[in-house]
């Protein structure tokens, strides 16, 4: 017959786990039967404080050996590694030179390329430039020459009535003969009335006014 403690082992084991390992919790204070208890330091006789010293003494000996030994090694494997990479490295180096001085010849090829073109636009360009100015500057020089000839041509029109010498008493003569009369009126309506003798005729309303 099975004991009832097996049965309850065997169908509730993390109870009775947890119940068998009971232990308290870490943050709960140290217990008050405790607080003051002073653990009794062991008594180690001298031969076994020197036994023990030696040991140490042993195992901190070895210890450091075995540090020396695979610091050594690791040196001694990271200056082979170094030693191959550093072939490695300039051969890796020497190829992707080559690569980019023959990458840096293709663009220099392509550059100047675009160079010449950009050129041979910007000569074409300015050509055209200098043509359209200079067609400007003659267009302006044809008008001012047509102007200046324009004014020439009547001053010496104006020339002909000019008075010289030779024909000054034929001017004075026609200037006696028809004077002109540069004085003139005005009246309230704005009518003008030339000359300082001119007669004045009324209106026609005040005629009509007069009359009636």
């Not at 050509?127 to 020459?145: F, G, H, P, S």
């Amino acid at each position: 017959m099975i004991s009832q403690k097996a049965l309850s082992k065997r169908f509730i084991p993390g109870l009775i786990q947890i119940a068998e390992a009971h232990r308290k919790p870490r943050w709960l204070p140290v217990a008050k039967s405790k607080v003051f208890r002073i653990p009794k330091r062991p008594v180690v006789s001298e031969e076994e404080r020197l036994e023990l010293l030696r040991l140490n003494n042993n195992y901190k000996t070895q210890m450091r050996a075995i540090r020396r030994f695979y610091h050594d090694e690791m040196i001694h494997d990271k200056s082979t590694r170094e030693s191959a990479s550093s072939e490695m490295s300039l051969r890796l180096e020497a190829e992707e030179w080559e690569k980019c001085v023959e990458l840096n010849e293709q663009w220099n090829k392509q550059v100047a390329l675009e160079r010449q073109e950009r050129r041979k636009l910007e000569v074409v360009a300015m050509d055209e430039y200098t043509l359209n100015r200079m067609e400007q500057k003659d267009a302006v020089r044809k008008q001012r020459i047509e102007k200046a000839s324009e004014e020439i041509r009547k001053e010496k029109e104006l020339s002909k009535t000019f008075i010289t010498p030779e024909t000054l008493d034929a001017a004075i003569d026609a200037a006696i003969a028809n004077p002109t009369d540069y004085n003139y009126a005005i009246d309230l309506k704005g009518n003008q009335y030339l000359g300082r003798e001119t007669p004045i005729s009324p209106p026609k309303e005040e005629k009509q006014s007069a009359s009636v």
